[in-house]
């Protein structure tokens, strides 16, 4: 068996017929049934997997440096940024929330030229290099509006990651596969948190004066550094989409990768066509996806659900100062951020394991969300500093409900592609208004408590339970009304939404 498997994976391939063959003579490219053993399909499937789960690895480490770049200013206030840029009154938290203003306006238009361009490897790294470039610029800053400038720019160039990374994985993997892999993606928040405090405490403890500048301007420096180094390193690791892809794959993988993604969308891709030439002569008609995407109900409840999520999770941010509340110096309180994200980034891909598995999402969105509400209530209830430092573990465990509902979101608006490439960024592009709003929920006038805080946190992961919930029962009416239409036409089942 290990001898057949490696014939499948090399070059000779190239000259052997197909295992699946495509029927371009209607115009549609559809796809015939698989042509091999169903053995045969297994073995080249998990080779396929294989390879790509092996390339997409590098995406976990640049959405650890995404959010290492984007969040490095709250370790930065712990050593000093504050008063050397002669912040006052609310600058602190207006630099924060500047970021996502301009990750607010580029992510749909960045989705919408990435499935135009078709080469992520190409376009996510260098964008990779400007935000590293605009990263080691800012540790040259010297005042509030040259900090205010470059936080923008930064969130502009920024906002091309995240919802691409999610594009290029929807791309590639089948729905059962999906929560696992945006939960390993996602994790780049969780480990950001964790071993961005570490790298943060080392910086800002050993670099005070080195060649003349300031600790946390040596924290910008190196890190943007870093940055670059990666991007470019990972031009020559990550994949381009499934149609488009060069030599890794054989063309046996490469015909397998397009028939799964046909296959777990039940070929309903077809079914737009029409649709896409009524769009076409009205309104926005240069961009069916778009038309799509804005015209779809569930795109907006999603981006306002997600948009509460992100408010409720808005403590991110703030982690330092909140971790500063138990009475220890800088350099252990970034120490005591590592283990509550170490903790979440286990309970997350434990609980988007199961959701895959059991093939249900909204459940464990709202059990993971509720944790997170009872660390706020813990927090809020006394000053004690175990009882504080417990719910930390909790609130930073509900990040896990968070990535649920990215693979629930990418599953729900997900055909046809162009709508997909527009739903995501225009889902993740909303939900940013509300880490604009976070910022300056969690001013240092209302600590050491921050009850205030705490309390609009509950209130949005309440609402936010509420509304994954409703979601929950017009999707389940929705799979209904698709039971009893193939039970008329005696059809075959096709498509079903993830509840």
Known sequence: MARNQVALETPETEDQPLLTTFNLSDGNEGLHDWAGSSEERKRLEQSLLRKLDRRMSILVLIYILNYMDRNNTSAARLRGFEEDLHLEGAQFATILSILHIGYILMQVPSNMFLNYFGKPSKYLPWCMIVWGGLSVWTGFVTNYFGALCIRFLLGFVEAAFFPGALFLLAKWYKRNELSERTALLTCGILLSNAFGSLVASGILDFMEGFLGFRAWRWLFFVEGMITILVAIWSMYILPDFPENCSNWLTPSEKALAMQRMAEDSGHIDIE????????????????PGLQLAVTDWKVWWLALTLLCIVTSLSFGAYFPTLSATLGYGPTVTLLLCVPPWLFATGTSLVLSRHS????????????????????????????NTSIRYISLFLMAQSYGGFICFLAWASGSASHPPAKRAVALALINCISQLGNVA?????????GPTYNTSYTI???????????????????????????????????????????
């Open 457 to 499: 946190c509950i209130f949005m992961g309440a609402l936010s339970i509420a509304m994954c919930l409703i979601f929950r029962i017009h999707l389940a009416w929705l799979n209904h009304e698709a039971d009893e239409s193939e039970g008329e036409r005696g059809s075959g089942k096709g498509y079903r939404y993830m509840l």
């Open 438 to 446: 976070g910022s300056y929920i969690w001013p240092l006038s209302w």
């Open 356 to 383: 895959d598995s059991a093939g249900e999402r909204s459940k464990h969105i709202a059990s993971s969300l509720f944790i997170g509400i009872v660390g706020f209530f813990l927090a809020m209830s006394t000053m």
């Open 272 to 287: 737009y066509d029409s649709t896409e030439d009524v769009i076409s002569k009205g309104f926005l008609g240069r961009w």
